[in-house]
């Protein structure tokens, strides 16, 4: 029998896990290196040659991910959708490369698989899918739920799309996702042989949410022109400014059209969590299939996207091939490389169990409540000092620009200055994000669960402090 590990192994993973985030916070948020430098860095660090101890070897890498990067878990960082890991999927996501379990077969890995299934089944019950006929399985990320988004909707809509591909199709299919929407459809439409041509950007409103009323009129104009609309992708959350697309008005139009009804949700998801924020998607239970990375606002480390699907045995019908190598199915289980693009898998989803099971479903709407009312924060105190929120949305995300800042060819104070300025003085990240109309603005989302009051205040004074320099330098 195998050993079993001890109480103080766990406390160990834990310790570990705990002792690095703090240390993040210690440091910089960020320090710019040139590739140049970077490269030269770890030619000289690393000898792959001759080869060295292990531990060396391990100093060496936690030095470079230390020093060489945009700190991601950093309490102030206020970028894009990167989250502060929680200890325990940290702790969990390094048992899970230890043990490695093989999750292509269903007998190689039933527990593994189990509890994916477990924290997919409770994401599938938040969404509002029916216990007996959801599906789903983790994914790298967001960009491969929304390319399996397209292939499940191709393979539902064109009964010889899976055999005979695009070419037997007699047209050309058409999917529709707002102009704010995630550049991953963009991608997903060219690997799934549709193109570029395929992809419908639908114009938005002033709040930056999918207009229903440019969508129908778009599916018109396509029906009338001979192409094939299939699929409408709504944005729960959207990358640049976390608008939440009028997801209800989308349902009834793809339902009276026939259309597969995708919802990205991939950071936005995380607002069903909370019992306060979880009217703000009502609709996505309508949604034929939804993206939602475990990896964005649940916390838990890279590579867990998770997609969720209302129809039991629609992604096996569009993605499962036979072979002779693989072991012979289990009675009463589905072997996970016949729904999903992947074939072998790391197991992304036993992390997210993890976080899930210690915090509960109290806990998590505790870290999501309480990023959302940082956002709230943020957006007062920008106000306060004078800045002008341009976005609108009930998440942590905060768009924002100020009277002096410009765009403009021979102007020298524009958002991308404040920005090198924050970089540069290490205290905090945000980013620079160009808006539906074309102008740039600085954005700021609320990424850790662990960002404060005085970390929002930090911040604040970090742009003031950046606009203050950029009137020093014109005073001079
Ligand atoms: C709305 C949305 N969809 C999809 C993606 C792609 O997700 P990933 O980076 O996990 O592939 C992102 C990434 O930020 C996103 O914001």
Redesign the pocket.
């Given at each position: 029998m195998a050993r079993p590990t001890s109480r103080k192994h766990h406390e160990a993973l834990l310790a570990f896990a705990r002792s690095i985030i703090a240390r993040v916070d210690e440091g910089p948020v960020s320090r710019r290196v040139s590739p140049s430098a970077a490269r030269a860095q770890i030619e000289e660090r690393f000898d792959l040659e001759a080869g060295a101890p292990a531990e060396a070897v391990l100093r060496q890498v936690e030095d470079v991910l230390r020093r060489f990067a945009v700190q991601v878990t950093h309490r102030r960082y206020f970028g894009?959708?990167n989250p502060s890991v929680l200890p325990e999927s940290v702790a969990a996501a390094a048992l899970v490369a230890a043990y490695n379990p093989q999750e292509a077969a269903y007998g190689h890995a039933p527990g593994a698989i189990e509890m994916e299934r477990a924290a997919l089944g409770h994401l599938a019950a938040l969404v509002g899918y029916d216990d007996d006929a959801w599906d789903g399985h983790f994914t790298?990320?967001?960009?491969?739920a929304?390319l399996t988004a397209v292939a499940v909707a191709l393979d539902h809509t064109f009964p010889t799309w899976r055999t005979e591909g695009v070419r037997s199709l007699g047209g050309q299919p058409t999917l529709y996702v707002a102009a704010e929407?995630?550049h991953?459809l963009a991608k997903a439409a060219r690997v799934t042989g549709l193109g570029d041509g395929s992809v419908r950007w639908v114009p938005v409103d002033a709040s930056h949410r999918m207009n229903a009323a440019s969508l129908a009129a778009q599916m018109r104009e396509d029906r009338e022109a001979g192409h094939l609309p299939f699929l409408v992708v709504a944005?729960a959350?959207?990358?640049g400014t976390g608008a939440i697309d009028p997801l209800l008005a989308i349902a009834d139009l793809a339902e009276r059209e026939g259309l597969w009804l995708h919802c990205?949700a991939?950071?936005g998801g995380g607002a069903l969590l909370s019992p306060r924020l979880r009217h703000h998607l009502s609709g996505v239970e309508r949604a034929d299939s939804v993206?939602w990375?475990a990896?964005?606002w649940l916390s838990t480390p890279m590579g867990a996207?998770a997609f969720l699907c209302r129809h039991r045995r629609a992604v096996e019908h569009a993605l499962a091939v036979e072979s002779g190598y693989m072991p012979p199915p289990r009675e009463g289980a589905d072997d996970p490389h016949r729904a999903s693009l992947q074939w072998s898998r790391r197991a992304a989803g036993v992390p997210v169990l993890a976080a899930l099971a210690t915090r509960g479903t109290e806990g998590y709407a505790q870290l999501i409540e309480h990023q959302t009312r940082m956002g709230a924060v943020l957006r007062q105190r920008l106000v306060a000092e004078g800045f002008i929120v341009v976005n609108d949305t009930p998440l942590p995300v905060v768009c924002f620009t100020h009277p002096k800042l410009v765009e403009g060819a021979d102007e020298s104070r524009t958002p991308g200055d404040v920005y090198r300025h924050v970089e540069d003085g290490g205290d905090a990240w945000l980013s620079v994000v160009t808006m539906p109309g074309g102008e740039r603005t600085l954005r700021a989302c609320i990424t850790s669960y662990r960002t404060t009051e005085d970390d929002v205040d930090r911040l604040v004074r970090a742009v003031v402090s950046a606009l203050d320099a950029l009137d020093a330098v014109d005073a001079r």
């Open positions: 894009l959708y790298s990320g967001g960009q491969e929304n929407g995630h991953s944005t959350g959207t990358t990205d991939a950071w993206t990375d990896h964005k996207g």
